[in-house]
T-cell receptor, first 114, second 114 residues
Framework: KAGVTQTPRYLIKTRGQQVTLSCSPI?????VSWYQQTPGQGLQFLFEYFSETQRNKGNFPGRFSGRQFSNSRSEMNVSTLELGDSALYLCASSVLGAGTDTQYFGPGTRLTVL | AQSVAQPEDQVNVAEGNPLTVKCTYSVSGNPYLFWYVQYPNRGLQFLLK??????LVKGSYGFEAEFNKSQTSFHLKKPSALVSDSALYFCAVRDKNAGNMLTFGGGTRLMVKP
């Protein structure tokens, strides 16, 4: 099976712009979660989608949003970019998002905000 | 709230020697515990998980971890380190009542020297 794929791998934006990141989960996986990784804050949970519904949300401002499509692919959007949004954004998929499920991560999208 | 601590920012070990990467956790109920490894410019790769049962869990690439409920620890171990094991290691916990959200420790950089 192909792993989790994320596009694009690298992005450079300027403050105030918006950005959309894409994630394709492993075939058959219905849960997609997003995480932000920064040197200062480490790995932080953004949100989780299951069957096109946001099921869980982390402690991030409303500028961060996401959605999931019927084929389980997911996108996340960050509006009005700030310098502090520079990070590696990781997507993870799991079969059902149940407690015992393993989350498998994609390679990430590195976002740089200038 | 769930939390994870990795008390060592870096662990240095000589090739061929045993290695231990420490992790302690705090959850309100029974924990689901995970170890992931991250190589430069890559996403997280799943190593192993503890759900229930035997306290010694075996995973990928010869790694294993020991769950200790009384000490709330889940240390990662390997009998004989390889230079190629050098990477960033993350411990994560999921409270069964916290949905699919993983809470990560700050990470431990493992350096294996020839």
């Amino acid at each position: 099976k192909a792993g989790v794929t994320q596009t694009p791998r690298y992005l450079i934006k300027t403050r105030g712009q918006q950005v959309t990141l894409s994630c394709s989960p492993i075939s058959g996986h219905r849960s997609v979660s997003w995480y932000q990784q920064t040197p200062g804050q480490g790995l932080q949970f953004l949100f989780e989608y299951f069957s096109e519904t946001q099921r869980n949300k982390g402690n991030f401002p409303g500028r961060f949003s996401g959605r999931q499509f019927s084929n389980s692919r997911s996108e996340m959007n960050v509006s009005t970019l700030e310098l502090g949004d520079s990070a590696l954004y990781l997507c993870a998929s799991s079969v059902l998002g149940a407690g015992t499920d393993t989350q498998y991560f994609g390679p990430g999208t590195r976002l740089t905000v200038l | 709230a769930q939390s994870v601590a990795q008390p060592e920012d870096q662990v240095n070990v000589a090739e061929g020697n045993p290695l231990t990467v420490k992790c302690t956790y705090s959850v309100s109920g029974n924990p689901y515990l995970f170890w992931y490894v991250q190589y430069p410019n890559r996403g997280l790769q799943f190593l192993l998980k503890y759900i229930t049962g035997d306290n010694l869990v075996k995973g990928s690439y010869g790694f294993e971890a020991e769950f200790n409920k009384s000490q709330t620890s889940f240390h990662l171990k390997k009998p004989s380190a390889l230079v190629s094991d050098s990477a960033l290691y993350f411990c994560a916990v999921r409270d069964k009542n916290a949905g699919n959200m993983l809470t990560f420790g700050g990470g431990t950089r493992l350096m294996v020297k020839p």
